[in-house]
């Protein structure tokens, strides 16, 4: 059953007096960054990432969507901007889902391009196996994609979101299948359709990449700010 936001699944109990009571439990958090810690964590693989602390002001959002800092990936000028966090294998009892808060400052300057901004990117190592999923997003003209068997970007459907404001994105995977069983981006809920994520054999260690990524247009830094990440196993 897939589910919305937050992340909850139905739980039937006992209350104090013997009845039957339907409570709301989250589903198990494998991995979360809220992005307040003293200590920048995200590796910067292109451009510059860093914590930023800036507060509303006339006409402006604030660059934190809750607490006090949030990542700012920020890309060289024409290039790119990388921010990623290894940590251990994830379990696959069920199905996996990864989501986050996030905000693309300006549209025009990301390239136009169907991989202009990569939202979510989760791949992981099962020891056997490496599984890499990944929803991107063309902020030209409000495309998005699926990374597929193959590691190129299918059409997954139009949905325009709101420059410079804040955004969830939601990926959720089935490791038993090897495919997207569902996407959501704010109230849109996409239909994937049935398609497969990349998998090839891999025999590393177990272990887990979560990342962000943007490409800017031709002497731009594009700036993508991210809050909230989260992990979940055991789907249902």
Same mark, same amino acid.
């Given at each position: 059953?897939?589910?919305?936001?937050?992340?909850?699944?139905?739980?039937?109990?006992?209350?104090?007096?013997?009845? /039957?009571?339907?409570?709301?439990? $989250? %589903?198990?958090?494998?991995?979360?960054?809220?992005?307040? =810690?003293?200590? *920048? #964590?995200?590796?910067?693989?292109?451009?510059?990432?860093?914590?930023?602390?800036?507060?509303?002001?006339?006409?402006?959002?604030?660059?934190?969507?809750?607490?006090?800092?949030?990542?700012?990936?920020?890309?060289?000028?024409?290039?790119?901007?990388?921010?990623?966090?290894?940590?251990?294998?994830?379990?696959?009892?069920?199905?996996?889902?990864?989501?986050?808060?996030?905000?693309?400052?300006?549209?025009?300057? /990301?390239?136009?391009?169907?991989? $202009? %901004?990569?939202?979510?990117?989760?791949?992981?190592?099962? =020891?056997?196996? *490496? #599984?890499?999923?990944?929803?991107?997003?063309?902020?030209?003209?409000?495309?998005?994609?699926?990374?597929?068997?193959?590691?190129?970007?299918?059409?997954?459907?139009?949905?325009?979101?709101?420059?410079?404001?804040?955004?969830?994105?939601?990926?959720?995977?089935?490791?038993?299948?090897?495919?997207?069983?569902?996407?959501?981006?704010?109230?849109?809920?996409?239909?994937?359709?049935?398609?497969?994520?990349?998998?090839?054999?891999?025999?590393?260690?177990?272990?887990?990449?979560?990342?962000?990524?943007?490409?800017?247009?031709?002497?731009?830094?594009?700036?993508?700010?991210?809050?909230?990440?989260?992990?979940?196993?055991?789907?249902?």
């Amino acid at each position: 059953m897939t589910r919305g936001y937050p992340d909850y699944t139905r739980n039937v109990g006992l209350n104090a007096e013997g009845n /039957f009571q339907v409570g709301l439990t $989250s %589903a198990p958090e494998w991995f979360a960054d809220n992005m307040e =810690g003293a200590t *920048l #964590k995200w590796v910067q693989g292109f451009g510059t990432v860093a914590f930023t602390t800036v507060a509303a002001a006339a006409g402006a959002e604030s660059e934190v969507f809750s607490g006090v800092q949030a990542l700012k990936i920020t890309s060289a000028a024409g290039g790119s901007g990388l921010a990623s966090r290894r940590f251990g294998g994830l379990p696959e009892t069920g199905r996996i889902a990864c989501q986050a808060i996030f905000k693309l400052v300006v549209d025009a300057d /990301f390239e136009d391009s169907n991989d $202009s %901004a990569e939202i979510l990117h989760l791949s992981y190592r099962t =020891g056997t196996q *490496l #599984k890499s999923a990944m929803l991107a997003y063309n902020p030209r003209n409000g495309k998005w994609y699926l990374r597929d068997t193959l590691t190129t970007r299918v059409f997954l459907g139009t949905y325009k979101i709101q420059e410079d404001d804040w955004h969830v994105a939601r990926m959720e995977i089935d490791p038993a299948t090897n495919k997207y069983t569902d996407i959501r981006v704010d109230n849109k809920i996409f239909d994937p359709d049935g398609q497969a994520f990349h998998v090839a054999a891999d025999t590393d260690p177990a272990n887990t990449l979560i990342s962000f990524r943007n490409n800017a247009d031709t002497g731009d830094n594009a700036i993508t700010i991210i809050d909230d990440v989260q992990v979940f196993y055991r789907e249902s």
